[in-house]
């Protein structure tokens, strides 16, 4: 304001409202002042581990099998250039017949300047700072006291000023749609949660069937993530578009302006003998690089099931396994639970009873991500299933989100009026918000159900308290 010569914040405010250049200017200029550009090269080594141990191994497979070598990964939020030129270091090692294809790394930003130095490449010691010493001497030049990156990487990646929420995409006439590989990471800290909704709903929409989202640690808490199937490794989280599910436009379409805009139509035809299936198998991660609890998630349509009775029976190891897995965790005997309810999984993706189970665990074990994973996975399946309803009240509870907990206790008690739990736990929460008369309601509601009980029987969902102490904490609270 001071360089503006502006004296209230309202005219400021005007400014940055105006159409035309000078607001366009100053939006550009606020931008920068705000961001964050701090990014290093091979950032969250475990991360880009991932990609280069499983992901991009997986896709380049899948190409070469389709017959078509187009490969699109964006970076989304690159700032200087560091995220999309380690990707294009991993491709460039990984495709020794890299002119054969056609590869395309985005790196957008909504900040200018940042883009302008990522274009030219130029880097100080301290973007090298978990880089292997081989990567910098082999793909930079020392430039005084500083490096540049090899014409041929900075050559695969273009960049384009993008802002995230206020630009279109997937941009028809550009290559930004069809994406196999969208990185997006340390961004969203920047926006809301409803914000991060509706660029999730556009990267869904850019995102190939299958294709596939890397976000930061945790960046997705709280969102609906229905239409991405959460694929859980040991190094982190990836989530996959489903490939059964329509786009955000589709969704808002009649069904025939949707075959015409579908991006599927206007692929190069595959060799009907390179087909894959319509869903490839997705990644199972591999069990010997196993530190944490995995679970490989088999998409539902490539169950292999040969008949009906198989997979009935199919369905019955499942429930035995998670019988099995519930004792275990009875028995204190957590990784070994884990174990039996991923194999349940493994036999019958959709079991809801070993999602919950697992995230139960999870949460009991404080990895609230994978617990939230299990949750997403399990509303995905059946968002009224008891159960889960109670696993999203504890993760709720677990993030000191009252508000949040008192809506899903709320609707446990609409799906099951006799939930002792639902009416104890509202209780607590109305007294916490000062809302006696609800509260009293409550103690009063749960009294009733308890009385119906013999006083000595204890309750397990209840923090193991017999009843007889449950009425007592209930008239002692009010
Ligand atoms: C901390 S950097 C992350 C860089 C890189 N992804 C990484 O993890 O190292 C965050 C970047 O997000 C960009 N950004 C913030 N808001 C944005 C928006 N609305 N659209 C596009 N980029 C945005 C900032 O300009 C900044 O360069």
């Known amino acids: 304001m001071k360089t503006l010569q502006l004296t209230a914040p309202e005219q400021y405010y005007q400014l940055l409202s105006l159409p035309g250049s000078a607001s366009e200017q100053e939006w550009q200029h606020l931008s920068e002042l705000l961001t964050n550009n701090e990014s290093y090269f091979f950032r969250d080594r475990q991360q880009l581990n991932l990609l280069k141990n499983q992901i991009f191994p997986q896709l380049i497979q899948q190409k070469r099998q389709q017959g078509d070598l187009t490969l699109r990964i964006w970076s989304a939020g690159c700032s200087t250039g560091q995220e999309p030129y380690s990707l294009a270091i991993m491709l460039k090692e990984l495709l020794l017949d890299l002119d054969a294809w056609n590869l395309t790394i985005f790196g957008t930003d909504i900040d200018l300047a940042a883009l302008n130095q990522a274009r030219a490449g130029i880097y100080s010691q301290w973007s090298f700072r978990d880089t292997e010493p081989r990567i910098k001497q082999q793909y930079f030049e020392p430039l005084g006291r500083n490096y540049q990156i090899e014409r041929s990487i900075r050559q695969m990646v273009t960049f384009q000023k993008l802002n995230l929420l206020r630009d279109q995409f997937p941009q028809l006439f550009s290559n930004l749609r069809e994406i196999d590989l969208i990185v997006c990471r340390n961004v969203f800290i920047y926006f809301g949660s409803a914000t991060i909704g509706k660029i999730l709903a556009k990267f ?275």
């Open 204 to 478: 869904y929409d850019t995102l190939l069937p299958n294709g596939y989202l890397l976000v930061g640690h945790s960046e997705l808490t709280g969102q609906n993530l229905s239409r991405f199937q959460a694929q859980i490794f040991p190094q982190s989280l990836i989530y996959q578009r489903r490939a059964d599910s329509l786009t955000s436009q589709q969704n808002a379409l009649p069904l025939k302006i949707c075959e015409a805009v579908s991006f599927r139509t206007k692929r190069q035809p595959v060799p009907e003998a390179n087909k894959l299936p319509v869903n490839p198998q997705p990644l199972v991660p591999l069990q010997q690089q196993v530190k944490l609890p995995l679970i490989p998630i088999p998409q539902l349509s490539k169950i292999d099931v040969a008949s009906a009775a198989q997979a009935m029976s199919a369905q019955e190891d499942a429930q035995k396994l998670v019988q099995q897995a519930k004792h275990l965790w009875q028995q204190k005997q957590s990784n070994l639970a884990i174990k039996k309810a991923e194999q349940a999984l493994a036999i019958e993706p959709d079991n809801i009873a070993a999602c919950c189970l697992l995230g139960k665990i999870y949460l009991e074990l404080n990895q609230l991500d994978l617990a939230i994973a299990m949750s997403d996975r399990a509303v995905a399946v059946d968002s009224l299933n008891l159960e889960l309803n109670y696993l999203l009240a504890e993760i709720a509870l677990n993030q000191k989100d009252n508000d949040g907990a008192k809506t899903i206790f709320k609707k446990i008690l609409y799906l099951d009026p006799e939930s002792i739990k639902a009416a104890i736990e509202l209780q607590r929460i109305y007294q916490q918000l000062g809302d006696r008369p609800r509260a009293s309601k409550m103690a009063q509601q749960a009294t009733r159900m308890l009385q119906k009980l013999p006083h000595s029987q204890v309750l397990p969902i209840c923090n193991n308290l017999s009843v007889a102490e449950l009425i007592f904490q209930l008239k002692t609270n009010l």
